[in-house]
């Protein structure tokens, strides 16, 4: 399995979405990542359904929509309903997940299951045999830019070990201060989706930011006889 790269919309030009959408296409991006921010699960307000909608019709990309509000089941459909193929939600945002991913499922999209740094990943292993995606935040959600938080390393290690003792074809997404340094120490540690904003979005050629961050994580991916890794690989 070849890492994959979703670079991050909450970095681009926001008056220009539709040609930043079209740029990173072109630039080979492999998912489109779309963070949903509510002001009350973070501190910071993005967009709704309305502009995944207004997107949908101009871009090839798969759809990743990443939610982060509070009791997301308000609004699972309206996300499907405008397009998105993933929708990926917090467990510190649902009191029933399980019922959360199966109403995602139910409504034809793929579903994903999210945790903040601190959140360990015991809370989620009942679903991780159900889900298609485990997005584990390299930053607290809420903002583009912010520096990578290398304790989330093992964790992601942890959840590859876990899905491939298992047999499990649900992808491992990391999301947050993912660049050309971080990405080989999350694609070592089992990382099969790469989330970009700043790397992506804040270089001026997006092709040659995919590109790199790419070839950064190549080599060390997992799926080539990663095992779990030591302490060291995880220090600042
Ligand atoms: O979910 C997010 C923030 O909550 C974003 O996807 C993430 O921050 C990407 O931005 P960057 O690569 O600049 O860290
Ligand atoms: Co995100």
Redesign the pocket.
């Known amino acids: 399995m070849t890492v994959k790269i979703a670079p991050?919309l909450?970095?681009a030009d926001f008056g220009r979405l539709r040609e930043e959408v079209t740029a990173v296409e072109a630039a080979g991006a492999d998912l489109l990542?779309l963070?949903v921010?509510d002001g009350h699960f973070?501190p910071n307000i993005t967009f709704g359904p309305q502009l995944v909608a207004a997107l949908r019709p101009h871009s090839r990309l798969l759809f990743d929509v990443?939610l982060?509000i509070a009791a997301p089941e308000r609004y699972v459909a309206d996300f499907i309903a405008a397009g998105a193929d993933i929708v990926t939600v917090h467990v510190e945002a649902c009191v029933h997940l399980h019922r959360v991913l199966a109403q995602i499922k139910e409504k034809g999209a793929a579903c994903g299951v999210a945790l903040n740094p601190a959140t360990p990943l015991g809370l989620v292993e009942e679903v991780l045999p159900l889900v298609d995606l485990v997005l584990l935040?390299t930053?607290n959600?809420?903002?583009?830019?912010?520096r990578f938080l290398h304790f989330v390393v093992p964790k992601v290690n942890a959840a590859a070990i876990f899905l491939r003792d298992r047999n499990c074809q649900a992808a491992v997404e990391v999301?947050?201060?993912?660049d050309v340094t971080t990405a080989p120490v999350v694609a070592a540690a089992g990382a099969t989706i790469l989330?970009?904003?700043?790397?992506v979005f804040g270089a001026p050629d997006r092709a040659a930011a995919v590109r790199a961050l790419r070839e950064a994580a190549e080599g060390r991916d997992f799926s080539r006889g990663g095992e779990r890794l030591g302490a060291a690989t995880f220090r600042d």
């Open positions: 991050s909450l970095s990542h963070d921010m973070v990443h982060m935040m930053v959600p809420g903002f583009g830019g912010q999301d947050g201060g993912v989330v970009a904003g700043t790397a």
